[in-house]
């Protein structure tokens, strides 16, 4: 004679078992989603100087010909960063005056990225593609890039330096000369190259490259210097091609390592 009595307390006890085991184990899984560590981010600043001091908008330093210079206006392109085949991002904007040091924060890997190469401005397919086809997200987009594409001379403007400056050493500051550099075109194209680069660790999976850009270098120069007084615009029109190149050339030398 089958004890059904004893048979359903048997089955209830399976029953009991069994869903303590499914519970047991589904949260196992939530514990170690929960536990599953952040991934990996990359974060790229650029601190502007003037020598051995931060550089501010709107603050007024003096040259090394003596001429007081205020800035207030510095942004640039960062196009295709990489190292070598591993690509980070494809567009990155720097825009002091609205996002401070920040120029990328991005996900990645920093053994991955032990190096970086990019373009110091926007290279020649996407400088000439439809800037309102670019994903919203993209600093190429017309929405993001704003003032740096050029609507009347199909576009980006690689680099923007804007300022007053006083070419008159004497007791009196009036800073009443303007400069005014908006550098672009195909043929101004610069590449930058970091290596031995230093990944600060910022705690949650985050990693930070600290680059620097040096403004007094910049007006310095390396092989030539840009003398305020006489060389104050360029908006890479043809004739002025010597200064817009140099303009290029020497902020490209004073972005490096912080």
Not at 166 to 177: F, K, M, R, W, Y
Request: charged share 20%.
């Amino acid at each position: 004679m089958i004890k059904f009595g004893n048979m359903r307390s048997k089955l209830s006890i399976i029953l009991f078992l069994a869903l303590g085991f499914a519970l047991y184990s589904c949260g196992e899984d939530v514990e170690a989603e929960c536990d599953a560590p952040a991934p990996s981010s990359l974060r790229i600043s650029v601190q502007p100087k003037f020598g051995a001091s931060d550089l501010f908008l709107d603050s007024i330093y003096t040259s090394s010909e003596g001429y007081l210079v205020k800035f207030t206006d510095l942004k640039f392109y960062l196009h295709e960063i990489r190292n070598e085949s591993n690509a980070l991002i494809n567009a990155a904007l720097f825009d002091y005056r609205e996002r401070s040091t920040l120029l990328i924060e991005t996900l990645g890997e920093k053994n991955k990225f032990t190096s970086l190469q990019a373009n110091l401005g926007v290279g020649s397919e996407q400088n000439h593609s439809d800037p309102t086809l670019f994903a919203s997200e993209s600093w190429l987009n017309i929405s993001n890039s704003n003032d740096m594409y050029w609507d009347w001379n199909p576009g980006y403007i690689f680099v923007k330096i804007e300022g007053k400056t006083d070419t008159i050493p004497d007791a009196i500051q009036e800073l009443n000369h303007n400069f005014v550099f908006h550098c672009g075109l195909d043929e101004n194209l610069q590449m930058v190259d970091f290596t031995g680069l230093d990944w600060i660790d910022q705690g949650d999976n985050l990693s930070e490259l600290k680059l620097k850009l040096d403004l007094k270098a910049f007006l310095q120069g390396t092989n030539e210097s840009i003398d305020l007084k006489s060389e104050f615009t360029s908006h890479s029109a043809p004739s002025q091609e010597f200064l817009t190149l140099k303009v290029m050339q020497n902020f490209k030398e004073a972005l490096m390592m912080l």
